[in-house]
T-cell receptor, first 110, second 112 residues
Framework: GQNIDQPTEMTATEGAIVQINCTYQTSGFNGLFWYQQHAGEAPTFLSYNVLDGLEEKGRFSSFLSRSKGYSYLLLKELQMKDSASYLCAVRAGGSYIPTFGRGTSLIVHP | DGGITQSPKYLFRKEGQNVTLSCEQNLNHDAMYWYRQDPGQGLRLIYYSQIVNDFQKGDIAEGYSVSREKKESFPLTVTSAQKNPTAFYLC???????????FGSGTQLSVL
């Protein structure tokens, strides 16, 4: 099986930068996803990493280190609308279906 | 607009009753999935389908059933055998097995 660990909750201030970490233990790693989910809504795709390094997309960046089993999602210039859950999901073991972590609830306050 | 539509948004089930959650996509995606989301837990896979007329059990299939008679539709039935059905149910699809998932807006199922 896979073990995916994320912090349960984080808080940050509007305009600041926040880093949400995700660690995983798995065999046959084949990619890591980040999704954003507002309460009671559909998760929406943010990023996909399969190779080591940083992928930047506007205010959001995602980093992967396969050797360390570690990823982070970096959110810059935080806005109130960024308050949401952030889901880390890993694809591994020959399966194409991602396994999700428990998600990190981010609260952005003024 | 292309997307995934789940209905209803809220559903109530009586004891011993089967209920069916609808999921329709017009993205022409081959693969479809059902996940269950409980507070404080990650999304857990119930069933998935790679192609029409074929589906596979996920990690928590007991008490659920699905069908995939049409490419665009993947309904989920929560049977009376599912003793703890209260949860948020999410349907998803992907173009093929290597692509990202697109999610519907979910159905909140509660037991009366």
């Amino acid at each position: 099986g896979q073990n995916i660990d994320q912090p349960t909750e984080m808080t940050a201030t509007e305009g600041a930068i926040v880093q949400i970490n995700c660690t995983y233990q798995t065999s046959g790693f084949n990619g890591l996803f980040w999704y954003q989910q507002h309460a009671g809504e559909a998760p929406t795709f943010l990023s996909y990493n399969v190779l080591d390094g940083l992928e930047e997309k506007g205010r959001f960046s995602s980093f992967l280190s396969r050797s360390k089993g570690y990823s982070y999602l970096l959110l810059k210039e935080l806005q109130m609308k960024d308050s949401a859950s952030y889901l880390c999901a890993v694809r591994a073991g020959g399966s194409y279906i991602p396994t999700f972590g428990r998600g990190t609830s981010l609260i952005v306050h003024p | 607009d292309g997307g995934i539509t789940q209905s209803p948004k809220y559903l109530f089930r009586k004891e011993g009753q089967n209920v069916t959650l609808s999921c329709e996509q017009n993205l022409n995606h081959d693969a479809m999935y059902w996940y269950r989301q409980d507070p404080g837990q990650g999304l857990r896979l119930i069933y998935y389908s790679q192609i029409v007329n074929d589906f596979q059990k996920g990690d928590i299939a007991e008490g659920y059933s699905v069908s995939r008679e049409k490419k665009e539709s993947f309904p989920l039935t929560v049977t009376s055998a599912q003793k703890n059905p209260t949860a948020f149910y999410l349907c998803a699809s992907s173009e093929n097995t290597n692509e990202k998932l697109f999610f519907g807006s979910g159905t909140q199922l509660s037991v009366l």
